[in-house]
């Protein structure tokens, strides 16, 4: 009569180590994207605002330049994707990034497929600086002055309205 032979138990065997860390890895990475890890994926463009640009003329009046719809982004996950890798934007549609506080800024164009305005705006609601940003470029586009948002229009927008730094944001939260 043979003896049967001893199984090898499974931490010591190489192969069942090896399945076990590769599934637990595509388990993590589908956890990941199920809880909003960033995206190559180009997100719809979903309403969660409106904001409208306006300036003050000489004696105090507001002057309505021109309102959008905007997305916002509020929170790490969505700050990080921003736009990238979207194709297209309606011309009265934009983005507007919401940071806790005051201070220097710089965005960049990595993974954004179509040109923007980039216009950051202080606590004031006070555009303070824009730059004109470049599809996939990585150069690094700062503000002129400390800035606690920041709003994302196509590029050629703020010249085709006359929007300049001084001019004024009023968003209307729609979440």
Do not use: H
Request: charged content about 25%; proline content about 6%.
């Amino acid at each position: 009569m043979k003896n049967k032979p001893t199984p090898t138990p499974f931490w010591k065997d190489p192969l069942k180590i090896s399945l076990l860390l590769i599934g637990l890895a595509i388990v993590t990475f589908l956890a990941w994207k199920g809880m909003g890890g960033t995206s190559t994926e180009a997100p719809e463009f979903k309403k969660e605002g409106e904001l409208t640009f306006y300036r003050m003329d000489s004696l105090g009046q507001r002057q309505d330049i021109v309102s959008i719809d905007i997305e916002m982004a509020d929170n790490t996950r969505e700050i990080t994707q921003g736009l990238m890798y979207r194709d297209e934007m309606e011309e009265r549609q934009g983005m507007l990034f919401v940071f806790r506080n005051m201070e220097s800024r710089s965005f960049w164009m990595k993974n954004t497929l179509i040109p923007l305005d980039i216009l950051f705006v202080d606590d004031k609601a006070r555009i303070v600086s824009i730059q004109e940003g470049k599809p996939l470029s990585e150069q690094s586009l700062p503000s002129e002055q400390p800035a606690k948002f920041v709003v994302e229009v196509n590029g050629g927008f703020c010249k085709q309205y006359g929007i300049e730094p001084g001019v004024r944001v009023q968003v209307k939260d729609m979440r």
